[in-house]
């Protein structure tokens, strides 16, 4: 299906926003999805690190920080679903695999940063020292692989597979451009 050259950017710019959109539920429901089971690897693995109680005390020590961690443990994962679903075209690999390596390569390029957390957080009395605790890095990384794993599947199944291909750029075969771009930005 042919556009006219005026409404082609609108159409990209309208699929890139359609596809952060698909991906930022998919990130929302990826995060609901960690924070389900968090309980359940805090007993497995041993350790209180709760990501949902990090980000709710960081802006609260009142009885409401779970609800204000859920919410931006949320967000988070809208936010990384956003912008994995405009960058999964460009992650290797099957795309299975693409949600878990994007998840766990944000897991191992952010985990020394919870030096700064032990250091610095509002309620870091209260909270697991993570920095040097293998366990509480294995938890990390499990949960970062299932929130990949589900994040990537569900914005795989809203965001079409042909949408991967760039969008057409018009040029000539001189590769000097399109004559008729050219005449219309005149």
């Known amino acids: 299906m042919s556009y006219p050259l005026r409404a082609r950017p609108l159409r990209c710019l309208w699929m890139r926003l359609e596809r952060s959109v698909n991906g930022a539920i998919a990130g929302t429901l990826a995060a609901a999805a960690w924070a389900a089971v968090q309980p359940l690897d805090k007993q497995l693995f041993g350790s209180a690190y709760d990501d949902v109680e990090l980000l709710g005390k960081a802006v609260t020590r009142e009885r409401w920080w779970p609800a204000a961690g859920l919410g931006l443990h949320l967000a988070n994962g809208a936010a990384f679903g956003a912008l994995y679903a405009l960058g999964r075209p460009f992650i290797p690999g099957p795309p299975a695999t693409r949600g878990p390596l994007a998840a766990l390569a944000e897991n191992f390029a952010s985990w020394p940063l919870t030096a700064l957390t032990d250091r610095y957080h509002p309620a870091r009395g209260e909270l697991p020292q993570?920095?040097?605790d293998a366990r509480a890095?294995?938890?990390a990384t499990?949960?970062?692989a299932l929130f990949g794993f589900v994040m990537g599947e569900v914005e795989r199944r809203l965001n079409s597979e042909h949408d991967d291909e760039p969008p057409p750029v018009p040029v000539?075969?001189?590769g000097h451009g399109?004559?008729?771009a050219a005449v219309g930005a005149a």
């Open 137 to 139: 890095l294995a938890q």
């Open 142 to 144: 499990l949960r970062h």
């Open 130 to 132: 993570l920095s040097g």
């Open 178 to 180: 399109n004559i008729e």
């Open 172 to 174: 000539s075969s001189n």
